[in-house]
């Protein structure tokens, strides 16, 4: 149904730099599926969205829908959309008619219904999503719950073939979150074809019939939730479906900053609550990085904890290392297993990783 | 409780000023002498005070309206009024409870005005004057008109005038009977018949056009008009710039004080608010000034916001415009209309821009008026636009409306809901800025009630009316730009 090829999308600041927010996207959408879109803040999920029904257009690659090139020149983008509906974080209902005239307005407008007809296909679908008592009120007196519901009835009047759904959760109160999903878990199941950027990990999980992990500007990962969110290949995909926060500390130079690494490890431990981690973390590092800078590899280290499990581990990562310099000796190796629960030392495609477990 | 000390408070002003009025002392004079140590009253810059200004004895007051001047005397703030000896005439005296307390010694000549190329005209005009004092006809002219007999014959002479002919265009200061004065829409007075008898003698039609004394100066500099008349007096400098005719006659100023024993207007309130409005509104018609110049300034202000709010909308999408140089032009032109005093903006356009054009005053004043309210409609426009978030556009194209259907549908019957009492206060700051179009010599409703007072010399009643009438017109002003507004409602 959207077939999108190398599509990208730049902004030119006003500075004259150029931010890439889109980088290389490459993927299939067929009718029926339900794709959740997930990844960190600012790795282009919702202009991805927004590329497919051109309200940001892309600035380079093409995106085919139902075989049709919609980047071509005179491609009216207004058929598009008919057939393409949106529903926003914001809602966007209209603030000068009434819920039933916001559900009415378009298929009166542009699909050219009359009035009557297009009044009971309105109400069928407000009683669909629950919201049929609170037809002639304003949206100004809805609940963000209500609104964001009136809005997919106002999108599902226009019987359009594919929703996007622009993170329709985020802007909830969470005691309405899941009254707005449910209404969307129905239409899945109805065999709607829709696109959700959403971080609902388990709506996510449950609902989608495949996932796309994006970072950085691409499709990192795409597969179904099962792969994504229990067997990752990459580990940027696990690192955000794992929740995992990392501090990451170079010391391939000379002038490395060791006072500040102190100051950083206890910020990030304060951070995410882990503060009884701090001093084990300190007192490692002090034993052992001469121990691994004697070595004369480039030296990494990488402090992470996940959100989900619970799980610190500590990573010195040696570039270019063949061997565990720590087998050589026998002292800082003790004081690392007296301090940590688990010890795991592997080779890796950069280098050599001693992974300790706090 | 507050109201009541409000009424306290107003009580004791009304008995100190009647009090003021009373303790006004009674004087007896002969000459300009017996002034010293007196409050004298004048108009400024009407030659008179050029003598007094130079003695140090006498404390003197200038205001700008004749009217103000009396009613500095009548009011006690002044203890004598330095006035012309022709114009408060005896029954304007008498309304009012003055007397003329001595007359001046200086004489002042006077004579109609010309630009300094038209001495061919000037030649004509002293041979006229020169025939009618030798066959009397300027002694009869003269008695007629400066010895009151005007007053108790109430059909004013009249010398008959060309119908056809290049016309012969005259400024007329504003109603100074008996030199000059208007009774509806004709001219009367001394100076006007005599402006008529050049007129026929030139075998050219005549044209009369109102002015107050600096605007017709202009206006005859400027060459639009031909003659200026009204009681100019020849001043050396006032030879430099323009020329003189012969003098046809030389006034006297005259000193009034307060009539203590004559019958003035006293009596109940409404008694004299009655008087007092028979004298600004029955008397010779003159509620007519008040009705053309409601129309006047209802003219100019409707067409003004029509023309105003359409260049408006041109200026407000420039603004908006992706083009850098359009964006700047609107951002300069709204720099400059926010940086022009609007009575500049309206005497530029009148006496430089469209000076040769003989364009109607009236239609100056809409251009001028629509240009300025065109930059304040853009910004109404564009305050209004930028009020609806950007979000409803948005919702609007991803429901497939076009871009033009979004806008007409969706951004524009909000942005119209929040716009609208932002248009009607610029609105109605329009209709009270078309106040001052008195200085193109328009005859609006403002100088209406100038017009009124400068012939009955009373303060308060027309300005009191001229005020009444724009708070009611502002309302009705608002009423119509609410009603005038498409209806919101799209479905």
């Known amino acids: ?358 | 409780m507050n109201r009541i000390l409000h009424i306290l408070l107003l009580g004791a002003c009304l008995a100190l000023a009647s009090c003021a009025r009373q303790e006004s002392r009674t004087l007896t004079f002969s000459s300009e002498d017996d002034l010293a140590g007196l409050r004298v009253a004048t108009v400024a810059g009407c030659c008179y005070d050029l003598s007094l200004s130079k003695r140090n004895d006498i404390e003197l007051l200038l205001y700008s309206f004749d009217a103000d001047v009396l009613q500095a005397l009548l009011n006690g703030k002044a203890d004598v009024m330095v006035h012309d000896e022709t114009i408060l005439n005896s029954e304007l005296r008498a309304e009012h409870g003055i007397k003329i307390a001595f007359k001046g010694k200086e004489r002042f000549p006077t004579a109609l005005v010309f630009r300094k190329d038209e001495a061919a005209i000037i030649d004509t005009l002293n041979a006229i004057q020169e025939r009618m004092i030798q066959d009397g006809r300027m002694d009869s002219l003269k008695h007629y008109w400066l010895d009151e007999v005007y007053l108790q014959k109430k059909d004013y002479t009249h010398i008959p005038e060309e119908a056809s002919g290049e016309p012969l265009r005259v400024a007329c200061v504003t109603n100074m009977a008996p030199l000059s004065f208007m009774v509806g829409t004709e001219w009367y007075g001394i100076e006007v018949d005599l402006a008529r008898e050049l007129a026929r003698a030139l075998h050219r039609k005549i044209e009369f056009k109102l002015y107050d004394s600096a605007s017709g100066m202009m206006s005859l500099k400027t060459g639009m008009a031909d003659v200026m008349l009204g009681g100019i007096f020849i001043t050396p400098e006032r030879q430099e710039e323009y020329l003189f005719a012969n003098p046809y006659h030389a006034y006297g100023s005259a000193y009034y004080v307060i009539d203590h024993d004559g019958q003035a207007a006293k009596g109940s309130f409404w008694k004299s608010l009655k008087k007092s409005l028979e004298s600004n509104l029955l008397k010779e018609d003159r509620w007519k000034y008040i009705t053309n110049g409601l129309w006047e300034t209802i003219k100019i202000t409707l067409l003004s916001i029509l023309l105003g709010g359409i260049l408006g909308v041109g200026l407000c999408a420039m603004t908006r415009s992706r083009r850098k140089w359009l964006r700047v032009t609107a951002w300069f032109y709204n720099w400059l209309m926010a940086g022009i005093p609007m009575l500049v903006l309206l005497l530029i356009l009148f006496y430089v821009v469209f000076a040769k054009s003989g364009l109607d005053p009236t239609l100056v004043a809409v251009i001028a008026f629509s240009l300025n309210f065109a930059s304040g409609a853009s910004d109404v426009y564009g305050t209004s636009l930028d009020a609806i978030p950007r979000g409803q556009t948005e919702g609007g194209l991803a429901l497939g409306f076009t871009r033009l259907k979004t806008f007409c549908y969706i951004v524009l019957p909000q942005a119209l809901k929040r716009g609208i009492p932002l248009f009607q206060s610029q609105c109605v700051s329009l209709l009270k800025g078309t106040s001052i179009v008195g200085y193109i010599a328009i005859l609006d409703l403002t100088r209406a009630g100038d017009m009124i007072r400068s012939r009955t010399f009373d303060a308060f009643v027309p300005l009191l009316m001229v005020t009444v009438i724009y708070f009611v017109l502002a309302w009705l002003l608002g009423m119509l730009v609410k009603l005038a507004t498409p209806k919101t409602r799209v479905l």
């Open chain 1, 1 to 358: 149904m959207i077939t999108v090829n190398h599509l990208s999308k730049k902004y030119i600041n006003p500075d004259g730099s150029v931010l890439t927010v889109l980088k290389d996207i490459n993927c299939t959408i067929e009718k029926g599926e339900v794709i959740s879109i997930i990844g960190p803040s600012g790795t282009g999920k919702s202009t991805l969205l927004r590329a497919l029904n051109l309200l940001d257009p892309p600035t380079g690659g093409e995106i085919l829908f139902q075989g049709e090139n919609i980047l071509a020149k005179g491609y009216p983008v207004h058929k598009l959309r008919q057939k393409m509906g949106m529903v926003f974080q914001s809602f966007n209902l209209f603030d000068h008619m009434t819920v039933l005239e916001n559900v009415m307005f378009s298929p009166v407008k542009i699909l050219g219904k009359s009035k009557e007809e297009a009044r009971e296909a309105a109400m069928t679908l407000l009683r669909k999503v629950g919201v049929a008592d609170k037809a002639d009120v304003y949206p100004s007196s809805l609940s963000g719950g209500q609104k964001q519901r009136v809005a997919i009835a106002r999108c599902l009047a226009m019987n359009p073939e594919v929703i996007l759904f622009d993170e329709p959760t985020s802007a909830l109160d969470p005691t309405m979150v899941g009254e707005v999903l449910s209404v969307m878990r129905q239409l899945a199941k109805e065999g709607m074809t829709m696109l959700i950027v959403t971080h609902e990990m388990k709506f996510a999980r449950d609902v989608s019939t495949r996932v796309f992990f994006m970072y950085d500007g691409y499709i990192h990962e795409d597969g179904t939730p099962e792969q994504i969110f229990c067997h990752p290949k990459h580990s940027a995909t696990k690192a955000f479906s794992q929740r995992i926060r990392m501090e990451v500390f170079e010391v391939d130079q000379d002038d490395f900053d060791f006072l500040g690494m102190d100051t950083r490890i206890n910020q990030f431990c304060i951070k995410y609550n882990i503060a009884d981690k701090k001093d084990k973390t300190q007192q490692l590092c002090q034993a052992l990085m001469p121990v691994f800078l004697e070595t004369g590899h480039p030296l990494t280290i990488r402090l992470t904890y996940s959100e989900l499990s619970g799980e610190t581990s500590l990573d010195f990562m040696m570039e270019g290392a063949q061997a565990s310099p720590l087998q050589d000796n026998a002292a800082g190796f003790e004081k690392a297993k007296s301090l940590c629960e688990k010890v795991v030392e592997e080779p890796t495609a950069r280098g050599y990783r001693v992974r300790l477990l706090l």
